[in-house]
């Protein structure tokens, strides 16, 4: 059934000038529930219902889209403490390692296993140094032509997030031509830099505009980690 009547212009004008009282005057159906009590509001569909029954049903809604929210800060409070701890594991794990081959090993497994990085890839641009156990495969020397596509990126410490270059791909992974999204945190040590590339097969894993904080923590502890066994020229000073 069609609730829908059509007013002339003088009931139009008595309906807006009722709107216009009642707007002025909020409390008027406190001082006369027994008013409100018998008022019924047609809906959509064409039933009607008193209108304390549909502010129940608006402040239902209202409660149901609150407690949502609340829900979905849980969770996520619930997540970053989860990854806190993970991330705090790790640090001490790294700091605990014997030598920077061990640093890297062990970055590749955690991340992959509890961050969901498909590879971790990192170049020193460094030679390395006396101590016994410093060898790895990740010092390319300063010299490396690898270090051409990532000039730009390591003039600054920022975490970068998103697409690599071609060129960029090339210089990471040869002919492989691994694609996805990639994390590039820049290693600027004294007189020696390097990079550490957190990449994933999905390309929107990392996007330009995530937040990286914490990648600038795992960033620093793992210069802090690789530092002592890198053999620093007095070059440049990077940021420890």
Same mark, same amino acid.
């Given at each position: 059934m069609n609730l829908r009547v059509e007013m002339d212009p003088e +009931? /139009? #004008? $008595?309906?807006?000038?009722?709107?216009?009282y009642l707007q002025d005057h909020p409390a008027f159906f406190a001082q006369h529930p027994d008013?409100?009590?018998?008022?019924?509001?047609?809906?959509?569909?064409?039933?009607?219902?008193?209108?304390?029954?549909?502010?129940?049903?608006?402040?239902?809604?209202e409660h149901e889209r609150l407690r949502g929210s609340f829900e979905a800060l849980v969770a996520l409070a619930q997540h970053?403490?989860?990854l806190a701890v993970r991330v705090h594991r790790l640090v001490l794990e790294?700091? +605990? /390692? #014997? $030598?920077?081959q061990g640093v890297f090993d062990l970055l590749a497994r955690r991340l992959a296993t509890e961050f969901q990085a498909d590879r971790v890839t990192g170049l020193l641009f460094a030679s390395p140094g006396a101590r016994p156990g410093a060898a790895a495969r990740e010092f390319v020397g300063a010299a490396s032509p690898r270090r051409a596509a990532f000039a730009k990126l390591l003039t600054r410490a920022d975490p970068q997030c998103g697409r690599l270059t071609?060129?960029?791909?090339?210089?990471?992974?040869?002919?492989e031509g691994f694609s996805g999204s990639h994390v590039v945190l820049p290693l600027l040590g004294h007189g020696w830099d390097g990079l550490l590339v957190v990449s994933s097969q999905n390309p929107a894993r990392f996007e330009p505009a995530m937040g990286t904080e914490l990648l600038s923590f795992l960033r620093d502890v793992v210069l802090l980690?690789?530092?002592?066994?890198?053999?620093?020229?007095?070059?440049?000073?990077?940021?420890?």
């Open positions: +009931d /139009a #004008a $008595s309906a807006a000038a009722v709107a216009a008013l409100l009590a018998r008022l019924e509001v047609p809906l959509a569909a064409g039933s009607v219902v008193s209108l304390a029954e549909r502010q129940l049903a608006g402040l239902r809604a970053h403490e989860a790294l700091l +605990d /390692a #014997a $030598s920077p071609e060129i960029q791909r090339e210089a990471l992974f040869g002919t980690a690789i530092r002592p066994w890198v053999a620093e020229t007095g070059g440049r000073p990077g940021v420890l």
